[in-house]
């Protein structure tokens, strides 16, 4: 299994970006598709999920301003994130997570996000 993140960098504040994540060596339509991010000091928090059929569910912080979406056909999930601001620098993770077997749970590696205000 494999989710490979990309599209993080450097973006000013109120800018925006897009993550994008491929994932292989899953059934993607049997999976949730999570973002998670990581801040210095702070433990990892989700901030965007959707599930197979497209329901998605977002951080309160973020709402309004970060876009979750899913091509089941491709196998990717991505993330549109607009006004962004310095508390959204992190390193931002894609997660799989199975719709009824929780054991399969995977991750990947994980892409920068640095807003500079």
């Known amino acids: 299994v494999q989710l490979q993140a990309s599209g993080g960098g450097l973006v000013q504040a109120g800018g925006s970006l897009r993550l994008s994540c491929a994932a292989s060596g899953i059934t993607f339509s049997q999976y949730a598709m999570n973002w998670y991010r990581q801040a210095p000091g702070k433990q990892r928090e989700l901030v965007a999920a959707?599930?197979?059929?497209?329901?998605?569910n977002y951080a309160d912080s973020v709402k309004g301003r970060f876009t979750i979406s899913r091509d089941n056909a491709k196998k990717m999930v991505y993330l549109q994130m607009s006004s962004l601001n310095a508390e959204d620098t992190a390193v931002y993770y894609c997660?799989?997570?199975?719709?009824?077997?929780?054991?399969?749970?995977?991750w990947g590696q994980g892409t920068q996000v640095t807003v500079s205000s």
């Open positions: 959707i599930t197979s059929g497209g329901s998605t």
């Open positions: 997660n799989a997570q199975h719709h009824f077997v929780l054991a399969r749970d995977y």
